[in-house]
């Protein structure tokens, strides 16, 4: 275990770090040791704006996915019978089996003007709404990578949640809403939490549905690390964005698990 | 002798650097670089292109024909292959090919050979391209245009007229906000605005003019509709996402058109670019005699219809000789890319100095123009 930890975090992190001091002179890598680039970086009021939007939307994400997964998870940990559990636990991971490029693509289908969606809408007088190269489509792509995962994740903390809690709220006559905010978020708080933090780690990183779905305008910091690349082989800026983004999700990750265990610590 | 190594073995600091840096190299160059195996070393052509030309249809007779094998490595933008050409170990390449803007800055790094012009048919080819300046240094060639093709705009043709597309001005009229697209590369759209704000040619312009083209970007972006790569734009095209985008095409426009997309290319009034791609020799490769015989035969008449109509996307040629085979052989490919000799065709639009070709920025960095193209897709 640390042996691939140092192999495949810690000295690719190392190396990151380095490069980041590096410059570019005819479009060529070269060993330096100079801020430039991270001065370059935090300086620029672009990378000021997509640093908050990339955060945002990752946040956004992470909201929205929790609140549709919930009643979903619920639903499979508490109300449906186990061989019902099974398939659709089963066809939750089946998404996985398709690349997300292709899955997010082939939302353009049902999206665009000439879409599915508005074919429809239009066949009720409504219409057409544009639903591409937005907000509304960037999200639509972020739920198709992490919708499936935050449910399971969700529903693992809820299946195993004591059920005597929940008979004994019961039994003391808590209604039942009530008793879902009281007894069972509490006792699955730690799974919700996690799941969350999946959703935002995988959202704040994904380049597909902001550069696709989303039409690449504004962008995320995923689409500025390729443009930094892309265009001036700027590879050290490229590794500023990169280094940035790793620091902001180990702080969002130990936050999360702060907030999911840290307050298990209560007085006898 | 140079020392790597100190007393006890261990391997020097500079060595080091430089071990690293070829490190990063091929990591910038995404580990995907051609491979070579003993059994092939010796056939096997490795060519740096933009996607296409490496494809079996185009160059499928000459593996044939030859026995050689070409394996493509492709690229996507310009500044793009100048890095994987100098990151990537000495012989990677044997062949490139590269934009005309580029060959003065591959020359001058010393990255690409001298050729000998009596080994390719300058002579067949229109007197215009014969001596390409971007082509020539000090009187000696550097590399042989292969395919050209305009870039002005292309639109929908069920919901803009040709009269409306005439003048890049349609980009800021009301009846296509929201509906401009544009190829996520900064030089062909800031070049097309750059023709629209007068300035000939149009990459060279001063400080304050710049600033000027600045704004004139910035202004469009209540208008569009997205910013993509190719597919992205391909598929922006065709779900009528876009009904007008700069600095594109008839190659683009003919591959739709191909598939019924209602799309149309053209230069208006202000002008379009010229974009060439052209073949050279890397200094570093090894095989420079069989990169010779693959530019004869990509210059070839053969090559150059194989070229012009490749599944990646249709071009214009340089080669007359191309021309007749392709009017011999493809009439109607020979029609669609107005390559007919009997009736109006591509070179008019060239003679009648609306093209101007395609370079890069002269009097400020690249990476000016970068960032202002960034800040521009973060409004």
Known sequence: ?268 | MQKTRDKRGRISRRRFIEGTTALAGVAAAGLTLPRKSNAQSQETINLLSWPGHGAQDVIGPFEEATGYKVQAKEYTGGEEMIALLQSSPPGTFDVVLSDAEYIHQLQQAGLIDELDPGDYPLDDYWPEFQKFPSHWVDDKLYSVMVDYGFLGMVYNTEKLTREEVDSYAVMWESKVEGRVGMYDWYLPNMMCLSLYQGNRPPHDIDDKTFEDLKKMLFSLSGQMSGIGVWSSVFSQLTNEESWVMPGVGAWAALLLENDGVPIKAVVPKEGGLQWTESLSIPSSSQKKDLAVKLIQYLTSPEGQVREATKSAYWASIPNKEGWKLLNETMPEAAERLEHRFDKRNVMDEFKEGKIHIRNIPAQQDIEDWNEAWTEFKNM
Request: hydrophobic letters at 55%.
């Open chain 1, 1 to 268: 275990m640390p042996v691939w930890q140092i192999l495949f975090f810690v000295a690719a992190m190392a190396f990151l770090v380095v490069m980041s001091f590096w410059s570019v002179k005819s479009f060529r890598l070269t060993p330096d040791f100079t801020f430039a680039n991270w001065i370059k970086m935090y300086g620029a009021g672009y990378f000021q704006d997509t640093y908050l939007r990339t955060v945002l939307y990752a946040s956004l994400a992470a909201a929205v996915s929790s609140a549709i997964a919930f009643p979903c998870a619920f639903g499979l940990a508490f109300r449906v019978s186990p061989n019902v559990r099974r398939l659709i636990v089963f066809m939750l991971m089946t998404p996985y089996f398709t690349s997300y490029l292709v899955r997010s693509y082939s939302w353009k289908i049902v999206l665009t003007e000439n879409g599915v969606l508005n074919t429809l809408f239009g066949w009720i007088g409504l219409g057409p709404f544009d639903m591409t190269s937005n907000l509304f489509a960037t999200m639509v792509g972020y739920l198709t990578l992490i919708l499936p995962i935050v449910i399971l994740l969700q529903y693992f903390s809820l299946v195993n949640v004591d059920r005597n809690l929940i008979e004994a709220a019961h039994n003391l006559r808590c209604g039942r809403l009530r008793t879902v905010f009281v007894i069972i978020v509490p006792a699955a708080k730690i799974g919700i939490i996690l799941a969350a933090t999946f959703a935002f780690i995988l959202s704040f990183g994904d380049f597909v549905s902001p550069s696709f779905l989303g039409g690449s305008k504004p962008p995320t910091l995923s689409i500025l690390m390729v443009d930094s690349v892309k265009s001036g082989s700027q590879w050290p800026r490229a590794a500023v964005v990169a280094l940035t983004m790793v620091f902001t999700l180990l702080v969002v990750a130990f936050a999360a698990l702060t907030l999911a265990y840290g307050s298990g610590k209560r007085g006898r």
